[in-house]
């Protein structure tokens, strides 16, 4: 079981390099507990070195959130970007 003090729970990070254009981008998600005890899954992704865009989303519990991580996490894999 995770330690409940802990805020981060999972954190994944995948990128895509087009070799052609010698450009990167990247996709990143994490579940987190905030300081009202909400479990979020915050996604980032953009172009290596930039910013980016990022949205969050709000669970109910731990599980659903996991599940939408790894919903995302094969949709990306799908789209060519891999494991970091």
């Not at 390099?17 to 990247?26: A, K, V």
């Not at 709000?58 to 996490?73: G, K, R, S, V």
């Amino acid at each position: 079981m995770p330690d409940a003090r802990s805020p981060i729970r999972h954190h994944l990070v995948l990128h895509q390099r087009d070799p052609e254009q010698g450009r990167g981008r990247f996709f990143s998600q994490m579940i987190e507990r905030d300081l009202f005890g909400t479990i979020r899954l915050v996604r980032n992704w953009g172009p290596v070195g930039f910013k980016g865009r990022e949205q969050v989303e709000i669970f109910p519990n731990e599980t659903e959130a996991a599940q939408a991580l790894e919903t995302w996490a094969t949709a990306q894999r799908q789209k060519g970007y891999t494991d970091l």
